[in-house]
T-cell receptor
Framework: TQLLEQSPQFLSIQEGENLTVYCNSS?????LQWYRQEPGEGPVLLVT?????EVKKLKRLTFQFGDARKDSSLHITAAQPGDTGLYLC??????????FGTGTSLTVIP | EADIYQTPRYLVIGTGKKITLECSQT?????MYWYQQDPGMELHLIHY???????EKGDLSSESTVSRIRTEHFPLTLESARPSHTSQYLC?????????????FGPGTRLTVT
């Protein structure tokens, strides 16, 4: 059973464009994380959100946790080729396991 | 900078061989995890540990086994490798306190079974 669905699955955009990636679930999470993974490497944590409605900014990246703590979004402003990678959300329920989303593969074309 | 290491980074091995994938972390984390990932796809949890002598199977059924004799070390073993085991294996660790439980990942081991 897939708890976290990400959309879109693939995204190819031109440098300078804006984009939003979505992470949706019917489950409530105590915290939600966003990771970026480059080919041949492990995922690297970008941000953790824990409060419903929380918004965090990391330079050109804006992360939002839904009010009900069931969904999240990642918005990138003025995308750059260095943003290329696989973006993964991961939610933690009340137990100890993390559940990873289906992933969004982003390509930013120079 | 996370201090979690995996060896080997790449492994090509024949069917039927026994292999052990190593994972070590120097952060003193109690919780450690093994994930399996096909290229560009989601991560599937195959094993996790809450501390020494504690191991549990994850959501994805796996023929591999793990052990946790020391806090810093969480090796994964395949007794008899098969082509269906070809994948990337990622090890991670996290703290036991707080509510965020952020995970730190190693670079992964890409396994190919011929």
């Amino acid at each position: 059973t897939q708890l976290l669905e990400q959309s879109p699955q693939f995204l190819s955009i031109q440098e300078g464009e804006n984009l939003t990636v979505y992470c949706n679930s019917s489950s409530v999470f105590s915290s939600l994380q966003w990771y970026r993974q480059e080919p041949g490497e492990g995922p690297v944590l970008l941000v953790t959100v824990v409060t419903g409605g929380e918004v965090k900014k990391l330079k050109r990246l804006t992360f939002q946790f839904g009010d009900a703590r069931k969904d999240s979004s990642l918005h990138i402003t003025a995308a750059q080729p260095g943003d290329t990678g696989l973006y993964l959300c991961a939610g933690k329920e009340t137990g100890n396991q993390f559940y990873f989303g289906t992933g969004t593969s982003l390509t930013v074309i120079p | 900078e996370a201090d979690i290491y995996q060896t080997p980074r790449y492994l090509v091995i024949g069917t039927g061989k026994k292999i052990t994938l190593e994972c070590s972390q120097t952060m003193g984390h109690d919780k450690m995890y093994w994930y399996q990932q096909d290229p560009g796809m989601e991560l599937h949890l195959i094993h996790y540990s809450y501390g020494v002598n504690s191991t549990e199977k994850g959501d994805l059924s796996s023929e591999s086994t793990v052990s946790r004799i020391r806090t810093e070390h969480f090796p994964l073993t395949l007794e008899s490798a098969r082509p269906s085991h070809t994948s990337q294996y990622l090890c991670a660790s996290s703290e036991s306190y707080g509510i965020s439980y952020e995970q730190y990942f190693g670079p992964g081991t890409r396994l190919t079974v011929t």
